[in-house]
């Protein structure tokens, strides 16, 4: 197994570095590209992530996961969050941005030429991650298949309303609190803004809508996180698309962070499983 580990790809619209992790069997063989996209909070390491790899290299996928530019993380601390200031300035479009940025780099990379397909590539999206798949995919026609785990049907109805939001607006930012780290974490107001001013590219609901690609919609039956609507509203939205409702599976897909077992969650690995079938299906 090739495993590079920390890779700072170069953004053409800002300085941050996109930290990226590649996963391949060198074997000249042309394989599928899969890139994951994390979640709210979320980086490229966290829980049972890293534990998944081992079985999409073992059906000859070629896999890439990465941390958001300005998901708080730095090359030099790719977990947890010592970037306060780069988490407050993120928005949808640079996450759009990013992810553009990625499948742009695996592709046009020398080094994996003979080890790719770039005619088949398949982005895989966690929670917000999912929103931001589910875009992607809708706009990039390079993009093939398209799964969303866990994933969110509507960014806007995340924003506060009434007086809240103009105590944000005064403020020029809010915080919230992350559960495992204490931090707080901040969100400066032109993340609201930056959403109302691409209000229709960040709409999901056109996205699913104008899909015309493969979509699979993975759910938990116990999420209190990203309730199961939303899946079944992605599912509505695109008939086409094939929901799996996962049974007593949580928002994380059964992992925890930090994850200590050598083996993924059952129920991560039932996630994992039926993706790579998913991918493979003719």
């Not at 799964?147 to 009434?162: H, Q």
């Amino acid at each position: 197994m090739k495993k590079l580990l920390n890779i700072p790809v170069k953004s053409k619209i800002h300085s941050k570095p996109i930290v990226t992790d590649v996963f391949f069997n060198k074997n000249n063989l042309k394989k599928p590209i899969v890139i994951f996209c994390h979640g709210y909070k979320g980086y490229k390491d966290w829980g049972a992530w890293n534990l998944m790899v081992n079985e999409f290299l073992k059906n000859e996928s070629f896999f890439v996961k990465f941390n958001f530019s300005h998901n708080g993380g730095t090359l030099e601390n790719p977990i947890d969050f010592p970037d306060l200031k780069a988490f407050g300035e993120n928005n949808f479009i640079l996450e759009l941005e990013d992810l553009e940025t990625i499948i742009n780099w695996v592709i046009s990379n020398s080094e994996f030429i003979n080890e790719i397909d770039p005619e088949n590539i398949t982005l895989i999206g966690h929670s917000r991650g999912g929103g931001i798949v589910t875009l992607k995919a809708s706009e990039n026609k390079k993009v093939k298949k398209v799964v969303s785990w866990s994933g969110v049907s509507d960014f806007g109805v995340r924003f506060p309303v009434g007086e809240p939001l103009k105590m944000w607006q005064k403020a020029g930012v809010s915080y919230i609190e992350n559960a495992r780290t204490k931090q707080q974490m901040p969100h400066y107001f032109q993340f609201y803004t930056n959403f109302k001013e691409n209000e229709d590219r960040l709409t999901i609901k056109n996205a699913a809508e104008n899909l015309k690609i493969p979509h699979l919609i993975v759910h938990g039956e116990n999420d209190e996180v990203v309730k199961l609507v939303e899946a079944k509203n992605l599912h509505k939205w695109n008939s086409k698309s094939e929901l799996i409702i996962i049974e007593n599976m949580n928002h994380p897909l059964g992992c925890t962070q930090p994850w200590s077992e050598p083996e993924m969650p059952i129920h991560l690995a039932e996630v994992v499983d039926r993706t790579i079938q998913f991918i493979l299906k003719k």
